[in-house]
């Protein structure tokens, strides 16, 4: 079933606006995290931002922020003043309670961002 | 520090034939993880080692597909008999496994396996 839900295939931004992209999930756990990945055209996910169940402020990371609703189930991701370096795949992934499978992650069908100047 | 490496980054290999990826995890991380990314399935999870072993192997997608991780660090990924549906980017990723963020994973910029 799927965990991760992404609703925008592709989104556009011109520079230096901000822009949100739309994550929700679903699962059972009281305890789980969720987290954003940015993939490049070069194809490397890198790790931009955390956040926890249990975690009462909205995660930020310099230009990201994390708007986090438990009760709707939903991770949006902000990203303040965009750069044209920000163009690139944007995936939500969440992992459950640990298990056999460690702390796989499940992953959404990510979200493409174009930073237009 | 040096981050997640994986080995090679690209492989182009003819039907059939057996292929082997590797992944070298950041040092001190004691859990990796292996990913598919392909154009109709997405991010896929395959197989997780804590240390040297894999509690479960049931999320590789068949029998041609194994595993292993020697010494707790390097892991190869192995497929037998290559098959053109194996053409994806494989994923490397590794992780502490304490939870409450410590298991944030941090990926290798991945193999592009195709079969031709």
């Known amino acids: 079933a799927q965990k991760i839900t992404q609703t925008q295939p592709g989104m556009f931004v011109q520079e230096k606006e901000a822009v949100t992209l739309d994550c929700t999930y679903d699962?059972?756990?009281?305890?789980?995290?969720l987290f954003w990945y940015k993939q490049p055209s070069s194809g490397e996910m890198i790790f931009l931002i955390y956040?926890?169940?249990?975690?009462?402020q909205n995660a930020t990371e310099g230009r990201y922020s994390l708007n986090f609703q438990k009760a709707r189930k939903s991770a949006n991701l902000v990203i303040s003043a965009s750069q044209l370096g920000d163009s690139a795949m944007y995936f939500c992934?969440?992992?459950?309670?640990?298990?056999?499978?460690?702390?796989?992650?499940?992953f959404g069908k990510g979200t493409s961002l174009l930073v237009t100047p | 520090g040096a981050g997640v490496s994986q080995s090679p980054s690209n492989k182009v290999t003819e039907k059939g034939k057996d292929v082997e990826l590797r992944c070298d995890p950041i040092s001190g991380h004691t859990a990796l993880y292996w990913y598919r990314q392909s154009l109709g399935q997405g991010l896929e999870f395959l197989i997780y080692f804590q240390g040297n072993s894999a509690p479960d192997k049931s999320g590789l997608p068949s029998d041609r597909f194994s595993a292993e991780r020697t010494g707790g660090s390097v892991s190869t990924l192995t497929i037998q008999r290559t098959q053109q549906e194996d053409s994806a980017v494989y994923l490397c990723?590794?992780?502490?496994?304490?939870?409450?963020?410590?298991?944030?994973?941090?990926f290798g910029p991945g193999t592009r396996l195709l079969v031709l």
């Open positions: 992934a969440m992992r459950e309670a640990y298990s056999n499978s460690g702390y796989a992650l499940n």
């Open positions: 990723a590794s992780s502490y496994t304490q939870g409450g963020g410590q298991e944030t994973q941090y």
């Open positions: 956040q926890g169940s249990y975690d009462e």
């Open positions: 699962t059972s756990d009281q305890s789980y995290g």
